[in-house]
C-alpha cells in the first residue's frame, strides 16, 4: 500500500483544513483508515480512526473540531479539520489497515508521506 497525504497548509486560528489521502490497494476498502500527527519533538500520536464499517474514534483533543471520512470508491480517506489552534501544529500523516493495528502506530511499519499543517496568526 502506498499513501500520499495532501492539503495542509497554513491557517490562522479557528480557521479550517481538509486533508486528503489516497492510498492504493484493492484492500483499501476492508480496512480501517486513520489520521495521525507529528509534531516537532513529541511522538506520533493517533488524532481519528474510521473502519471499514464507519465506527470513529477521536483524540479527546481534536473531539468535536475533526471529522475523519472516506470514500471508498476513490480509496481515500479525509480529515475534515476545524476550528484550528496552534497546538494542532504538525505534521498529519495517514494509514490503513486493521483495526487493532492502527491503534498502536509506535507499532506500525510504513508511513507515506505526511501534509504539514501550520496553525499561526
Known amino acids: 500500500v502506498q499513501l500520499q497525504a495532501s492539503g495542509g497548509g497554513l491557517v490562522q486560528p479557528g480557521g479550517s483544513l481538509r486533508l486528503s489521502c489516497a492510498a492504493s490497494?484493492?484492500?483499501?476498502?476492508?480496512?480501517?483508515a486513520g489520521w495521525y500527527r507529528q509534531a516537532p519533538g513529541k511522538k506520533r500520536e493517533l488524532v481519528a480512526l474510521?473502519?471499514?464499517?464507519?465506527?470513529?474514534v477521536y483524540a479527546d483533543s481534536v473531539q468535536g473540531r475533526f471529522t475523519i471520512s472516506r470514500d471508498n470508491s476513490k480509496n481515500t480517506v479525509y480529515l475534515q479539520m476545524n476550528s484550528l489552534k496552534p497546538e494542532d501544529t504538525a505534521v498529519y500523516y495517514c494509514?490503513?489497515?486493521?483495526?487493532?493495528?492502527?491503534?498502536?502506530?509506535?507499532?506500525?511499519?510504513?508511513w507515506g508521506q505526511g501534509t504539514q499543517v501550520t496553525v499561526s496568526s
Open positions: 474510521q473502519s471499514s464499517g464507519g465506527t470513529t
Open positions: 494509514n490503513t489497515g486493521p483495526w487493532g493495528s492502527l491503534t498502536r502506530p509506535q507499532n506500525l511499519d510504513y
Open positions: 490497494g484493492s484492500i483499501f476498502r476492508i480496512n480501517a
